[in-house]
């Protein structure tokens, strides 16, 4: 992405007669994007880190992780951002903001290029810090994406199973009901036939030839006891 915000400071003023104003501005403009153009050619595209940075917060401390060195006579980007924003400039036209941060380079002996690289040096270290961070979130997300696929496997392999064990303990009670119905059905048949035989001698017949009520557990007995 372009940092359009360097040509802020990267100007080259055209001629200040009437006659020669746009034709000044055009050359002013093409100056200045040759001038970033430049100050950024020497500056690798993607800074080294030699030590780690413990807190991602901290922009001071992944400059530093970049090995960004001070800046000559102390004008930093930063400290330029600093002066932009004092209250004695800041709702100042953008011209007069840029007229008093250039005095005050001049002043300072400090040299505006030296300021834009600075600025480079610095957007090119947080954009790759940025690629590290994004990498590093790339492959946790690829590391729990295949533990999660291999917990969902479990997950699914144990479901599988216990849906099976469901299913042998259905089909058990299935065949124990299916079992006890058709011993039923003898049991009334042989019931019947006692009944039948023991009532050509009794007047009430004691045989029972229907289906017996079921007992209560054993544990509600002993409660009504």
Excluded: C
Excluded at 35 to 57: M, Q, R
């Amino acid at each position: 992405m372009s940092k359009k915000w360097y040509n802020y400071f990267v100007s080259v003023d055209g001629s200040s007669t009437d006659d020669n104003s746009a034709q000044g501005s055009t050359g002013a403009s093409k100056s200045a994007a040759q001038s970033v153009a430049e100050i950024a050619s020497g500056i690798a595209a993607e800074p080294k880190f030699t030590t780690p940075v413990s807190d991602p917060t901290s922009f001071d401390e992944i400059y530093r992780a970049a090995e960004i060195s001070e800046a000559p006579q102390g004008y930093s980007i930063l400290k330029v951002a600093h002066m932009l924003e004092s209250a004695h400039i800041r709702n100042l036209p953008s011209d007069v903001k840029k007229s008093s941060v250039l005095v005050a380079l001049e002043a300072a002996g400090a040299d505006i290029k030296d300021v834009i690289q600075d600025a480079v040096r610095r957007d090119r270290a947080l954009d790759t810090y940025e690629r590290v961070q994004q990498r590093a979130v790339d492959e946790l997300e690829n590391r729990k994406n295949k533990d999660n696929a291999e917990l969902q496997a479990q997950i699914d392999k144990y479901l599988t199973e216990q849906r099976a064990k469901i299913q042998t303990n259905n089909d058990e009670v299935a065949r124990e009901k299916e079992r006890i119905t058709g011993w039923r059905l003898k049991k009334q048949q042989e019931e019947k036939r006692i009944a039948d035989a023991v009532g050509y001698f009794v007047t009430e017949n004691p045989i029972t030839t229907g289906p017996v009520q079921a007992q209560p557990p054993a544990s509600k007995i002993a409660q009504r006891s």
